[in-house]
């Protein structure tokens, strides 16, 4: 029997990247899939193609996480398909670096809606739907923990996701809901390649100099932790923030 066979995952922003990984190595390990998507329709429409490719059931929804009309319609949607909940992954973000000069209220506002208050808003809709238990998995990064230049919005919203896993773990464990947050290094994803060829080559270059396992990590890496997480093989586990970088550390 697959691992996760007879469960219910939502996984946000799963058009591409580690999002997609994740809901593919769900549906491949049995799991009935809700793949959300905020504009890439047709790149989401894909990844259920790949899961129903391999007899698992999913589907594509859209919503804008920062707004809570739209993320209380997702999660309805999602009940109303699938009947229940069994494991939220938070990985919609944006991912954008910009010095201080040329921060202002909307970038501001940009990151921190969608990547700090859409993860609350999706944790509230699915606690509601998780009777019985469930799994959140947060995906955070590991510039949550070590900050770099140009990044000071950016890495304050995945610090601000690591302290929140805490806190929820805290106050969702007395429902049998776990809470925790896999903070990955440098990813080859999309959103690492949009950083432009030369910062890319550049960061990639230092990156890899001080991983001990020699290389950036691919989304597929994360994924394999988020299974973890979603199982009963991490029962015992909530509030954990777990590096997934090749052994790259601060």
Request: charged residues 20%; neutral net charge.
């Amino acid at each position: 029997m697959s691992r996760l066979t007879g469960k219910v995952a939502v996984v946000t922003g799963a058009s591409k990247g580690i999002g997609a990984a994740i809901a593919q190595r769900f549906g491949r390990e049995g799991a009935s899939v809700v793949v959300h998507y905020a504009t890439d329709r047709k790149g989401a429409e894909k990844v259920v193609a790949a899961i129903e490719s391999v007899g698992s059931k999913a589907v594509a929804l859209q919503g804008d996480l920062s707004k809570p009309d739209e993320v209380t319609k997702l999660f309805e949607t999602a009940g109303t398909t699938f009947g229940k909940l069994d494991v939220l992954v938070n990985n919609a973000g944006v991912y954008e670096f910009r010095p201080l000069t040329e921060v202002d209220a909307a970038h501001f506002h940009r990151l921190f809606d969608l990547n700090v208050l859409g993860l609350l808003l999706a944790t509230r809709e699915a606690a509601k739907r998780m009777n019985g238990g469930g799994s959140v998995i947060n995906i955070s990064s590991l510039a949550g923990v070590v900050p770099i230049a140009n990044g000071s919005v950016y890495c304050a919203t995945k610090a601000a996701v690591d302290a929140i896993t805490q806190a929820l773990a805290q106050e969702l464990g007395a429902q049998g809901i776990r809470v925790n947050s896999l903070q990955p290094g440098a990813t080859d994803t999309e959103g690492f390649r949009a950083m432009g060829d030369d910062t890319t080559k550049s960061f990639e270059t230092m990156a890899v100099s001080r991983t001990p396992l020699g290389r950036i990590g691919v989304a597929a890496d994360i994924a394999g932790t988020a299974l973890f997480l979603a199982t009963e093989d991490s029962a015992w586990v909530t509030g954990a923030e777990i590096p997934v970088t090749g052994g790259l550390r601060p």
